[in-house]
């Protein structure tokens, strides 16, 4: 799959960006309301983590070419890859092109917000390619247009998220927490638990102010303990299958466990990724997709893998 890393023409070899794009949890994720135009309002705390798809970028003389090894993701103009160069073309004007592959690793509609870090490592390495000089908070304005997570997306360690996604507070960066999740077989769609939610009664909001205040302390036990997602019931009174896969995990002795984003993902906290290692191993694997990571500090990494010309 790296045959095309290598891109020879007649008198120079291309430059090729790489992006690590990471996952992104939310430790707790409430609404708080609904917006004028029909949004719901969230207030959410989201953790990046080191799963991450990765992109590879090279400069064509014009036009958006596009390829995945996913077959579980549009490989066309649908991609949120492919619409962030769009995006970026039509704002900016630029005539440029590029070639951009996706590897992707982190598991597709599963509330882990991989589509989203897709789109923000997309806005932020034809940023640099295409030497467009856009800043953060215009990339972020971008990114809210593409996806209500693209921002922080964009920004990633451990952040406040509010508004649509869009209204950001950075919160103290915590430690390499451990962290084991399960994704069951199911492709659930994030419209659909919304939709959903307004049908259903109001569940337990997660104590957010809590949250903040046991990041801000970095006291990992207590961040375990206050994790929430208003959202788990609609999920889990959907898709039963989801409250099984907790309880499994629940019994396999992590720190807290909750469901990510609008799911089906259920992860677990552990006090390190070793101890994250040795819950995974506990799993039935048919529970789903079973994996283990870390906290991570940031969303994006770039870096020039093949920049002589
Ligand atoms: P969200 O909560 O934002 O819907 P998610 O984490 O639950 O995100 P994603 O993996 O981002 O789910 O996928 C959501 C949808 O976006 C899928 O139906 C998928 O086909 C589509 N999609 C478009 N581009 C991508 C991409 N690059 N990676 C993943 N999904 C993509």
Redesign the pocket.
Known sequence: MTVWLNIHTEREIMPVLEVLAR?KINLTLDITGLLPDGYHELETVMQSIALC?RLFFSLRPQGIEFQ?D?P???AGP????Y?AAELLQRVTGCRRGVHIF?S?N??????????????AATLAALNQLWSLGLDRGELIDLGAKL???VPFCLTGGTVLARGKGELLTPLKPLPPVGVVMVTPPL?????QIYRAYDRLLPGVHPDTAAMVAAVERRDIPAVAARLGNILEPVTTALYPQVSAVKAALKAAGPLGVVMS???PTVFGLCRDEEEACRVAGRLDPGLGRILHTRFCDHALKLAVIDGSR
């Open positions: 996952a798809d995945t996913s579980l993701v549009p649908e991609n949120l890859v619409r996706l992707k982190i598991p597709v509609a599963a509330g882990l917000g991989g589509g989203s870090a897709d789109a996806g209500a997570d492709a659930v769609s994030t419209a984003g609008s799911g």
